[in-house]
């Protein structure tokens, strides 16, 4: 069975930063892709960052030059960096990957941010 752990939220203040992590398990195939997304109380999921692990990198206009997403290939780990972080990125965020012709969503992990 797939299982994506994400760790690394926190309650911070403004301008601080956090390391999210997602652990991922129980994989046959290895990770095409993968993507952090943010959901905020009243709010659509967005995507945050995506890496297509073929050279493109993409980062929504408000993560572009505060996030960075990155993995640990070897230990199945996908990362997001995120700096200078402000209010509105308080939101529930996701770890998703996929794999063959299937994609994996993690359980989300709450990031909040205070003044």
């Known amino acids: 069975q797939v299982q994506l752990v994400e760790s690394g939220g926190d309650s911070v203040q403004a301008g601080e930063s956090l390391r999210l992590s997602c652990a991922v398990s129980?994989?046959?195939?290895?990770?095409?892709?993968h993507g952090w997304y943010r959901q905020s109380p009243g709010k659509q999921r967005e995507l945050v960052a995506l890496?297509?692990?073929?050279?493109?990198?993409h980062y929504a206009d408000f993560a572009r030059g505060r996030f960075a997403i990155s993995s640990d290939n070897a230990n199945n780990v996908v990362l997001l960096q995120m700096n200078n972080l402000k209010l509105e990125d308080t939101a529930v965020y996701y770890c998703?990957?996929?794999?063959?012709?299937?994609?994996?969503w993690g359980h989300g992990i709450q990031v909040t941010v205070s003044s």
């Open positions: 890496d297509t692990r073929i050279g493109d990198i």
């Open positions: 129980g994989l046959i195939g290895g990770i095409d892709r």
């Open positions: 998703h990957i996929w794999s063959g012709a299937k994609d994996f």
